[in-house]
């Protein structure tokens, strides 16, 4: 039996016994884990209501934190080959992604217990991950996602109003929340949007910024525990960090972005035996060798503009700080 079946099967076995777990799997749909949720030797992690660890005192010292992005060049030249791919109508949305090497005084642990955040994930000394986005949670067999899209540095002057009213923001939103419907289609029934375009603010290590998310709701079967795995595996990967149309945009990703995203814009979810919460691996820090890397991106459609998308990138690579006041 292929890996990913053994996983799919593992996950539903274990929701047929109502058995708690927690589980990671990446970007690809190809490789994952599986852990107890009381096992913290490998991974610590946290989501809205439960976790496996003590929380650490926070340090004292200011965290340093120096960033060397990709050239602009370099970018580009992806930029533009993604943008050939959206003329030609291969895609009509893109999440463009790339390494960032960081250079910090705190080791990937130490960031995790610094770092305050929604959900929060630490697969030690391989990779640490303070995520905002919700993947999908499941509630008394309800079923709801949240897209996140759209990000604008919080400090600028009516932020709030020029993000709500950007065009092109406007439009990936609008095709994220009609994927993401059509993904929650194949596993549920009397899927509506429940909320459009909300914003929410988060506070970081460089600025704050706003980013705006909406939520999609379902109705599961009743034995929905049974096929947990199932269920999961169908949505992957999560539409936000890939687009539309899914498969050849994954495709179009593959080729375009020249390095592999492994665990980033993968998943991460905890299943209590009935409920189950989960996340986007997005705001990811990764070990290679002696290097910390941080990857980031944004969706690209035909309005996108490759200056303002280098940058969107760029303001994404922060950790966001406990509040130490």
Known sequence: MHKKENIRVQMNELGRLNQAFVFIINFEADHALIFSPDDSSQLLWQTRQAGNFETAKVKTTTMQWEIDPVAFSAYQQGFSRVQQHIHNGDTYLLNYTQPTAVKTNLSLEEIFHESQARYKVLLKDRFVCFSPEIFVQIEAGKISSFPMKGTMDATLPNAKEHLLNDSKELAEHHTIVDLIRNDLSLVAENVTVEKFRYLERLKTNRRDLWQVSSKISGQL??????CIGDIVYKLLPAGSICGAPKKKTVEII???EGYK???YTGVFGYF????LDSCVLIRYIEKQENQLVYKSGGGVTFLSDAKSEYEELVKKVYVPLK???
């Open 261 to 263: 995203r492994g665990f």
């Open 254 to 256: 593959k080729a375009t």
């Open 272 to 275: 209590d035996g009935k409920n």
């Open 221 to 226: 079967p009743q034995n929905y525990n049974e």
């Open 323 to 325: 509040d130490k006041s």
